[in-house]
Nanobody, 124 residues
Framework: QVQLVESGGGLVQGGGSLTLSCAASGHTFSSYTMGWFRQAPGKEREFVAVITWTGTFTYYADSVKGRFTISRDAPKNTVYLQMNSLKPDDTAVYYC?????????????????WGQGTQVTVSS
Protein backbone atom coordinates (compact mmCIF):
# COMPACT_ATOMS: atom_id res chain seq x y z
CA GLN A 1 0.00 0.00 0.00
CA VAL A 2 1.09 3.57 -0.75
CA GLN A 3 -0.04 6.79 0.91
CA LEU A 4 0.62 10.10 -0.89
CA VAL A 5 0.43 13.65 0.51
CA GLU A 6 1.01 16.72 -1.69
CA SER A 7 2.15 20.12 -0.45
CA GLY A 8 3.60 23.37 -1.76
CA GLY A 9 0.67 24.83 -3.67
CA GLY A 10 -0.34 28.47 -3.40
CA LEU A 11 -0.90 31.75 -5.19
CA VAL A 12 1.80 33.07 -7.51
CA GLN A 13 2.05 35.78 -10.15
CA GLY A 14 2.43 34.86 -13.80
CA GLY A 15 6.08 34.22 -14.63
CA GLY A 16 6.81 33.07 -11.11
CA SER A 17 7.81 29.68 -9.74
CA LEU A 18 6.55 27.07 -7.29
CA THR A 19 7.82 23.68 -6.18
CA LEU A 20 5.33 20.96 -5.25
CA SER A 21 6.23 18.02 -3.03
CA CYS A 22 4.67 14.58 -2.75
CA ALA A 23 5.58 12.63 0.37
CA ALA A 24 5.03 8.89 0.05
CA SER A 25 4.83 6.12 2.60
CA GLY A 26 4.82 2.39 2.05
CA HIS A 27 7.29 -0.43 1.67
CA THR A 28 7.05 -0.52 -2.14
CA PHE A 29 7.54 3.18 -2.89
CA SER A 30 10.89 2.72 -4.64
CA SER A 31 9.35 0.32 -7.18
CA TYR A 32 6.55 2.68 -8.28
CA THR A 33 6.39 5.00 -11.23
CA MET A 34 5.28 8.44 -10.00
CA GLY A 35 3.22 10.95 -11.95
CA TRP A 36 1.79 14.44 -11.59
CA PHE A 37 -1.65 15.32 -12.94
CA ARG A 38 -3.77 18.46 -12.71
CA GLN A 39 -7.43 19.35 -12.96
CA ALA A 40 -8.90 22.81 -13.54
CA PRO A 41 -12.56 23.69 -12.84
CA GLY A 42 -14.82 22.32 -15.56
CA LYS A 43 -12.02 20.33 -17.19
CA GLU A 44 -10.93 16.70 -17.07
CA ARG A 45 -7.83 15.59 -15.24
CA GLU A 46 -4.77 15.91 -17.48
CA PHE A 47 -1.28 14.47 -17.44
CA VAL A 48 1.60 16.75 -16.45
CA ALA A 49 4.77 14.70 -15.87
CA VAL A 50 6.03 11.25 -14.89
CA ILE A 51 9.23 9.73 -13.52
CA THR A 52 10.05 6.02 -13.41
CA TRP A 53 11.00 4.23 -10.20
CA THR A 54 14.65 4.24 -11.27
CA GLY A 55 14.57 8.03 -11.57
CA THR A 56 16.41 7.85 -14.89
CA PHE A 57 13.50 8.46 -17.27
CA THR A 58 11.10 11.40 -17.33
CA TYR A 59 8.31 12.44 -19.68
CA TYR A 60 6.32 15.68 -19.87
CA ALA A 61 3.15 16.98 -21.43
CA ASP A 62 3.83 19.34 -24.32
CA SER A 63 2.10 22.16 -22.44
CA VAL A 64 4.70 22.13 -19.64
CA LYS A 65 7.82 20.87 -21.42
CA GLY A 66 10.75 23.19 -20.82
CA ARG A 67 9.04 24.86 -17.86
CA PHE A 68 8.40 22.04 -15.36
CA THR A 69 10.86 19.51 -13.94
CA ILE A 70 9.94 16.29 -12.11
CA SER A 71 12.42 14.63 -9.76
CA ARG A 72 12.49 12.15 -6.89
CA ASP A 73 14.53 11.68 -3.75
CA ALA A 74 14.25 7.99 -2.91
CA PRO A 75 15.86 8.17 0.56
CA LYS A 76 13.25 10.78 1.55
CA ASN A 77 10.39 8.99 -0.26
CA THR A 78 9.53 12.28 -1.93
CA VAL A 79 8.70 13.36 -5.50
CA TYR A 80 8.94 16.99 -6.61
CA LEU A 81 7.53 19.13 -9.38
CA GLN A 82 9.51 22.31 -10.01
CA MET A 83 7.32 24.75 -11.94
CA ASN A 84 8.88 27.78 -13.62
CA SER A 85 7.51 30.49 -15.93
CA LEU A 86 4.01 29.84 -14.63
CA LYS A 87 1.01 30.93 -16.68
CA PRO A 88 -2.63 31.51 -15.69
CA ASP A 89 -3.50 28.37 -17.69
CA ASP A 90 -1.46 26.38 -15.15
CA THR A 91 -4.08 27.14 -12.49
CA ALA A 92 -5.46 23.82 -11.24
CA VAL A 93 -5.47 21.30 -8.43
CA TYR A 94 -2.30 19.25 -8.79
CA TYR A 95 -2.33 15.56 -7.86
CA CYS A 96 0.49 13.12 -7.20
CA UNK A 97 -0.11 9.52 -8.29
CA UNK A 98 1.67 6.15 -8.18
CA UNK A 99 1.53 3.04 -10.34
CA UNK A 100 3.42 -0.24 -10.60
CA UNK A 101 2.70 -0.38 -14.32
CA UNK A 102 5.03 0.68 -17.10
CA UNK A 103 2.57 1.33 -19.92
CA UNK A 104 0.12 4.16 -20.61
CA UNK A 105 1.67 6.12 -17.77
CA UNK A 106 0.49 9.41 -19.23
CA UNK A 107 -3.15 8.46 -18.53
CA UNK A 108 -4.86 8.71 -15.16
CA UNK A 109 -6.45 5.26 -15.47
CA UNK A 110 -3.02 3.63 -15.18
CA UNK A 111 -2.50 4.85 -11.62
CA UNK A 112 -3.46 2.98 -8.46
CA UNK A 113 -2.85 5.54 -5.71
CA TRP A 114 -3.59 9.27 -5.51
CA GLY A 115 -2.92 12.11 -3.12
CA GLN A 116 -5.54 14.61 -1.97
CA GLY A 117 -4.32 17.38 -4.28
CA THR A 118 -2.86 20.84 -3.75
CA GLN A 119 -4.21 24.05 -5.29
CA VAL A 120 -2.00 26.14 -7.58
CA THR A 121 -3.36 29.54 -8.64
CA VAL A 122 -1.47 31.74 -11.11
CA SER A 123 -2.58 35.35 -11.48
CA SER A 124 -2.14 37.41 -14.64
Amino acid sequence: QVQLVESGGGLVQGGGSLTLSCAASGHTFSSYTMGWFRQAPGKEREFVAVITWTGTFTYYADSVKGRFTISRDAPKNTVYLQMNSLKPDDTAVYYCAATRGGMNIDTSSAYDYWGQGTQVTVSS
